[in-house]
């Protein structure tokens, strides 16, 4: 219901490079990022195919697929990017669209060892994942 | 500051990462330049929020700075590489934009302006300055112990914050050679250990870990050594997951060892002190 109203409010590609101050159609579709990245084997879809989906409008394929969220903005792609975008931004700007829609992907009730954990990781994980 | 350096600790340093402090404190009054708390401080936020219409983020760290200055401080120093990146990153965009500085300063409306002359250090980037003090403190060289240093991200990038070469760094390589330990080429320096998934996906992290702890077993380490306590409890307790079981030290940890302090030990999941004793470091 809620990412229904989303994809009909905004012009996504708009709201992202507005949000990350950042250029999508910079992107030469190197792959550089997805060779870079810690975390890609549990992407649904690599990196650049997100940049690609949101110059194409397809927000439901950026949307559908966990991409953003695997990222934990640990920046290799960022410094790696041949075309010097900063494209943790970009992931950046997708989350927070998707987080001021009001939906979270985090719920506190269902951290199981929250006692165990360091409060940076608590406090980390809850900025990037909670609107 | 003549007598030592104002030093922030962050939220995971008084609780979980308490070694780091602990540690760090004894190493930095040994060495003549100790760590003075700050008076007042607020939690960073952990993660610097990217999104270039949020201000309200950045008012945490901005709030730290204050502090600094109202302590009639230009030099802020973290251990932690979290808050390091959080308050630099944060620093540096009030200095870079005056917009959002003049913001910034309307919100803080209670408070002083911040006038963006604070400069936020990490404790490598003093000991890099004090490796003559370093090797003089030495009292036990920690002799036949073999090391793999672990970076992670936070202390090298982005680049603009990064304390040395983000992709090939040997500052810490450097410090650890003074202790007398022998330092391994560590080509997974540099990566990711999967960060605040910990959280809600142990699944990521303990590949990260297989992936950076099989690694320096495989090259003959017998501990890791880094500065980040996300990191530091990542490959501790994730380490579970895998067939290894080396000890994850914070490098203050070590040096305390070399200068022939005591240390706690209280955070660790995998206990150093077989590997300690094993080596003669420990009795």
């Known amino acids: 219901m809620k990412l229904k109203k989303l994809r009909g409010d905004i012009d996504f590609m708009e709201k992202v490079e507005e949000l990350s101050d950042e250029s999508l159609n910079s992107c030469i579709q190197c792959g550089t990022c997805s060779a870079g990245c810690p975390f890609v084997e ?3 879809i690599l990196p650049e195919r997100v940049f690609k989906h ?3 409008g397809n927000i439901d394929e950026v949307l559908e697929h966990n991409t953003m969220w695997i990222c934990a903005a640990c920046y290799t792609c960022s410094v790696r990017c041949p075309r010097d975008i900063d494209i943790a931004k970009i992931m950046e700007a997708v989350r927070q669209i998707v987080l001021r829609a009001d939906i979270d992907m985090v719920d506190v009730d269902e951290v199981d060892n929250i006692e165990e954990l360091p409060q940076l990781a608590v406090v980390g994980c809850f900025r990037k994942e909670t609107g | 500051m003549e007598e030592g350096y104002l030093y922030y600790p962050g939220c995971t340093l008084k609780a979980k990462g308490s070694d780091y402090e ?6 930095m009054e040994k060495l003549g330049k100790p760590l003075i708390e700050m008076e007042d401080w607020y939690c960073c936020g952990a993660v610097q929020s990217l999104a270039e219409d949020d201000i309200m983020h950045q008012i945490a760290p901005i709030r730290t700075m204050c502090c600094a200055q109202e302590e009639g401080e230009e030099e802020l120093i973290t251990l932690c590489d979290m808050c390091y990146n959080v308050l630099r990153q944060a620093n540096d965009r009030m200095k870079e934009k005056e917009d959002d500085l003049e913001t910034m300063n309307e919100f803080l409306d209670e408070d002083p302006d911040y006038e963006a002359g604070v400069e936020i250090y990490h404790l490598f980037h003093i000991l890099e300055d004090m490796k003559s003090e370093i090797e003089e403190a030495v009292e036990n060289p920690l002799d036949g112990l073999v090391v793999a240093p672990y970076y992670g991200c936070m202390l090298l990038r982005p680049d ?6 983000t992709e090939d760094p040997e500052m810490m390589e450097n410090f650890l050679e003074l202790l007398g330990v022998e330092v391994l080429d560590n080509p997974k320096r ?4 999967g960060s605040y998934h910990t959280v809600n996906r142990s699944d990521i992290v303990e590949k990260r870990v297989e992936d950076i702890v099989s690694y320096a077993a495989g090259e003959g380490a017998e501990a890791i050594v880094l ?12 380490q579970r997951a895998t067939e290894f079981e080396i000890p994850i030290f914070y490098i203050t940890e070590l040096m305390a060892l070399a200068f022939g302090l005591d240390i706690e ?3 660790h999941k995998i206990d150093p002190r077989t590997l300690l004793k094993e080596k003669g470091i420990l009795e």
Do not use: Y
């Open chain 1, 42 to 44: 549990d992407m649904e």
């Open chain 1, 54 to 56: 949101i110059t194409l």
């Open chain 2, 22 to 27: 602990s540690s760090a404190m004894k190493v």
């Open chain 2, 160 to 165: 603009n914050v990064a304390v040395d070469e």
């Open chain 2, 190 to 193: 540099t990566e990711c250990c």
């Open chain 2, 227 to 238: 500065s980040c306590p996300l990191c530091q409890f990542n490959l501790d307790f994730h």
């Open chain 2, 265 to 267: 030990m209280k955070n």
